[in-house]
């Protein structure tokens, strides 16, 4: 897949300026009251003589799961999640700021009973059979009502086929992996309604973590870390979403690579760079200085700024391409 005609999420900046993550909880008892941000609701929970400032309100459909599942798959073979929190964490150009925000804006769901008061709009399902030992992974489109459910989108966009993608990945003692990277392009919708939508290929992406037992949770919401001070907002050195031990910034990771080349035609409307100049972290140094700052090329055409990955070989052999990783927590949701 090239980019020659796709424009990343990242030129979204109008949208992820915008964003406010208002962050929620478990339910670990009925609570007390508190105040949120502008459009969310917070409770105060109190168990065993531990304050829980950030709890959902009742009223939040998930509120009875520790990661604000929106469907129940317990002692279910097949079950579906979709990520609700992705955080970048390499390369360190993407890792904070606008292109964090975007990316996080797109993911969290616009539920205001659970305090959360993101886009909606970026859904990456993962469908497990624990039968078969199968991984069925791609987007999905937005919806108005989460709670009804999410569909796999299957069809041709802007004359690429974009479809899930299906892999060995078992699940043993809670734990599941890729069994090999593959290249997924998934579909991000830029509106509620799916009117326009770009997409995000990603090269030998591998997708791993731990679910919970009950099938419903790759990691937890951090109410307990959150403050109200923050308007239980995330930060960065407060995350949204937790392990299940309350340590790790989420219970899941993702893995892959974007090329120079195809990150150079991607273009950052909001800064007028492309995605290449970006990711050099040094716009003068490596930017062409155009009106739309794309990477500066030697004699021969090829980019001056070199990465940390080889695309060829999927290592650091060469430096034609850049290694993504991400981490991320998810949450249960009905497949339709």
């Known amino acids: 897949m090239r980019l020659s005609n796709v424009i990343l999420v990242l030129s979204l900046g109008s949208i992820g300026a915008a964003v406010s993550l208002v962050g929620c909880g478990d339910d670990s008892g009925t609570g007390s009251t508190g105040t949120g941000g ?13 304050t829980d400032p950030c709890s959902p309100a009742a ?56 305090n959360l008061a993101g886009n909606g709009t970026f859904s990456w399902l993962l469908q497990f059979d624990t039968m078969t030992g199968k991984l069925k992974t791609g987007g999905a489109k937005p919806t108005e009502t989460p709670a009804n459910g999410y569909t ?3 069809e041709t966009i802007a004359g690429f086929p974009i479809a899930p993608f299906e892999t060995d990945a078992p699940i043993m003692n809670g734990k599941f992996a890729m069994a090999t990277g593959a290249d997924i392009t998934v579909p991000i919708y830029l509106d ?9 290929p990603l090269h030998a992406a591998k ?3 731990t679910v919970s037992a009950d099938n419903n949770c790759i990691g937890k919401y951090n109410s307990k870390g959150l403050l109200p001070a923050d308007n239980c907002l995330s930060t960065q050195e407060i995350p949204a979403y937790v392990g299940a ?35 050099s972290g ?23 700024f070199q990465g940390d990955w080889c695309a060829a070989s999927n290592d650091a052999a060469c430096t034609d391409a850049v290694k993504l990783k991400a981490n991320f927590a998810a949450s249960a949701v009905k497949l339709n």
């Open 59 to 114: 009223s939040c459909p998930g509120s009875k799961s520790e990661c604000l599942a929106l469907a129940d798959y317990t002692d279910k073979t097949q079950f579906t999640l979709r990520m609700a929190d992705l955080t970048l964490t390499a390369p360190p150009p993407l890792s904070a700021g606008l292109v964090s925000t975007v990316v996080k804006g797109g993911v969290t769901l616009n539920l205001a009973e659970c």
């Open 152 to 154: 796999f989108v299957n």
């Open 207 to 209: 997708l791993s973590g």
């Open 192 to 200: 509620i309604k799916a009117m326009g939508v770009v997409l995000l």
């Open 245 to 279: 031990d309350g340590k790790a910034d989420s219970d899941g990771t993702l893995d892959g690579f974007i090329t120079l080349d195809e990150a150079d035609k991607v273009e950052v409307s909001a800064v007028k760079q492309s995605l290449c100049v970006i990711l």
């Open 38 to 50: 502008s459009g969310s609701t917070t409770t105060t929970t109190t168990t065993g003589g531990n």
């Open 282 to 304: 040094d716009a003068a140094m490596y930017g062409d200085g155009a009106v739309l700052n794309k990477c500066k090329r030697d004699a021969g055409g090829k980019i001056v």
